[in-house]
Antibody, heavy 119, light 110 residues
Framework: EVQLVESGGGLVQPGGSLRLSCAAS????????MHWVRQAPGKGPVWLSR????????SYADSVKGRFTISRDNAKNTLFLQMNSLRAEDTAVYYC????????????WGRGTPVTVSS | QSALTQPASVSGSPGQSITISCTGT?????????VSWYQQHPGKAPKLMIY???NRPSGVSNRFSGSKSGNTASLTISGLQAEDEAVYFC??????????FGGGTNLTVL
């Protein structure tokens, strides 16, 4: 089955760190760009970051640049998001998304992992 | 990186057609053809419905169609069905290797 499964979310204090993981299966992970997208309750999705096939190219939204780092392990079919200096406004459900056309589209989404930043 | 503008809600009766607009600027949606639309049911992840402004992924009903003119993209759903009731988000490449979404449109099937 083609799927993405996120993990690593939870409750963290402001200023803290979390590392999200996204396990891919059912498709050739190393052939596709991958993205992280988040969605706060009742709000639209917000794109956060993209990584190319081998990790040599990464891009970020201004809101997370310098605080979040995207990476991938193609040998383990896993995508990561290291989140540092977390703020209350980072509270959201975090989705990983597979871009099967390598063209800024989100063909496959995981179920998401919730992140709450609160003291 | 401001969000794309969508109407908060639209509604239609079964069998009717509705159109959802998505307005950006000449710096984002107006400059690129990387426009996509997503359907999201409550508690579920978004689902890709349209890419490249008008193409449908395999498995998406041909009742869904997309277009773009200038700084505005549109999603049209014909022959409305109860299962179409959901929130719809537009999305566009915004240059500089970034992407922006719309705020979402809540579709109610009356």
């Amino acid at each position: 089955e083609v799927q993405l499964v996120e993990s690593g979310g939870g409750l963290v204090q402001p200023g803290g760190s979390l590392r999200l993981s996204c396990a891919a299966s059912g498709f050739t992970f190393s052939s596709h760009w991958m993205h992280w997208v988040r969605q706060a309750p009742g709000k639209g999705p917000v794109w956060l970051s993209r990584i190319n096939l081998d990790g040599s190219s990464r891009s970020y939204a201004d809101s997370v640049k310098g605080r979040f780092t995207i990476s991938r392990d193609n040998a383990k079919n896993t995508l990561f998001l290291q989140m540092n200096s977390l703020r209350a406004e980072d509270t959201a459900v975090y989705y990983c998304a597979g871009d099967f056309r390598n063209s800024w589209y989100f063909d496959l989404w995981g179920r998401g992992t919730p992140v709450t930043v609160s003291s | 990186q401001s969000a794309l503008t969508q109407p908060a809600s639209v509604s239609g009766s079964p069998g009717q057609s509705i159109t959802i607009s998505c307005t950006g600027t000449s710096s984002d949606l107006g400059s690129y053809d990387f426009v996509s639309w997503y359907q999201q049911h409550p508690g579920k992840a978004p689902k890709l419905m349209i890419y490249e402004g008008y193409n449908r992924p395999s498995g998406v009903s041909n009742r869904f169609s997309g277009s773009k003119s200038g700084n505005t993209a549109s999603l049209t759903i014909s022959g409305l069905q109860a299962e179409d009731e959901a929130v719809y988000f537009c999305c566009s490449y915004a240059g500089g290797s970034t992407v922006i979404f719309g705020g979402g449109t809540n579709l109610t099937v009356l």
